[in-house]
């Protein structure tokens, strides 16, 4: 594994070649395969993929929320910034080396990286209320936190969220509430411990258009609030350039472009990224015919010696591209793409997959 540290102060998180992968009997799926990011203070990143690129495991790799076995991480780092505190020095954690379920990644979770999933119906606990939900995180996250105290506290968060009568709200059971109701609830109770970053994984999806849109507000609002990060996660590009100041864009398992979020939107240099650009409706200039992206996502037990976007890419050259995977370089400032069109760099073979696996 490698070292743990920090490359600039306003970082809060920085994953370095983060490998997950899942020891199956039909083979190994490499679902998270090298994937290096960072995400500043205060800051949005946005991943965007397809599905089955990556992009849920490695938001449940940082909470370390990947069910051991099969899954495991095999490689790299995920270090988080812990600020100095009550005459205690600030200090890196490596999440990555921490015992799934043990001690030192629950008093991360919640106080340190809270998440919001994709489904609240499934998150939401059907037998307990909102509230009792909410009290019971504060209760065993926050020391010293009473329960009248707490609930207190719940009411307030479950008001800043945008629900009507939260007094009366907070003793509803998940199943009494609408959709983006229970999304509303699910937020509050992810910032109840008040994070220092908040991951997002696909929190509109199961909502309609106006309420999916009245969700990405309010999650800015509050981010803004209470200068938090976030990891937001979809695969709708509307929402990404919505939300992000970063961007992540992911395909199987891999990194292809990092960037900030205008640089990526008007200067994408990946063919993934650019097909992806071209496959979306535009409200500038004529009228034209949406362009698929060609082929189909190949199968997850696929090892690929070559880029793992040859198949599908117009620009591919075969004898290269389809010999050595590309490396994620940095071709303008800031600008992160892994492609052999911008470089020549191969990735270095990767010893520690053998190691885990044997
Ligand atoms: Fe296409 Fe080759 Fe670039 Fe891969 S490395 S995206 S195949 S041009």
């Not at 594994?1 to 020891?23: G, K, S, Y």
């Not at 709200?169 to 983006?180: H, P, T, V, W």
């Not at 992810?190 to 999650?219: H, K």
């Not at 900030?260 to 500038?284: C, G, K, N």
Request: charged share 20%; hydrophobic share 40%.
């Amino acid at each position: 594994m490698e070292t743990c540290e920090l490359n600039a102060p306003e970082q809060l998180l920085e994953v370095n070649d983060l490998r997950t992968h899942f020891f199956l009997h039909e083979g190994t799926v490499r679902a998270v395969d090298g994937v290096s990011f960072s995400v500043c203070c205060g800051r949005t990143l946005g991943v965007i993929g397809e599905s089955g690129c990556g992009k849920s495991v490695t938001a449940q790799s940082i909470l370390r929320l990947v069910p051991e076995p099969p899954g495991k991480i095999v490689g790299g780092s995920i270090c988080l910034y812990m600020p100095a505190k009550e005459g205690e020095a600030g200090k890196v954690l490596d999440i990555a080396k921490m015992t799934a379920g043990g001690e030192e990644i629950r008093s991360v979770r919640w106080k340190e990286i809270s998440m919001v999933f994709q489904e609240p119906m499934t998150s939401l606990s059907p037998v307990h209320t909102v509230g009792d939900q909410i009290v019971e995180a504060m209760m065993l996250h926050l020391p010293g936190m009473e329960k009248e105290q707490a609930r207190e506290q719940a009411i307030g968060l479950l008001d800043s969220v945008g629900i009507p009568k939260a007094d009366k709200f907070i003793d509803a059971y998940s199943y009494q509430l609408s959709g983006g109701m229970r999304q509303r609830a699910m937020v509050a109770m992810a910032l109840s411990c008040n994070p220092r970053l908040l991951i997002a994984d696909e929190p509109t999806t199961a909502l309609d258009v106006t309420i999916a849109a009245q969700m990405l507000a309010l999650l800015q609002e509050l981010k803004a609030d209470r200068n938090m990060a976030m990891l937001y996660i979809s695969h709708d590009l509307a929402v990404i350039s919505e939300v992000s100041d970063d961007v992540m864009v992911m395909y199987l398992g891999v990194a292809v472009e990092v960037a900030e979020a205008d640089e990526v939107f008007r200067h994408p240099m990946h063919p993934y990224t650019q097909a992806l650009w071209r496959s979306i409706p535009s409200l500038e200039g004529e009228l034209a015919r949406l362009e698929p992206i060609a082929g189909t996502v190949p199968g997850p037990y696929v090892v690929h010696p070559g880029c793992r976007f040859f198949a599908r890419c117009e620009s591919a050259m075969a004898g290269k591209c389809n010999v050595a995977e590309p490396a994620l370089v940095e071709v303008a400032p800031g600008h992160k793409v892994r492609c052999f069109l911008y470089s020549d760099r191969a990735e270095e073979p990767r010893a520690d997959v053998e190691t885990a696996q044997g």
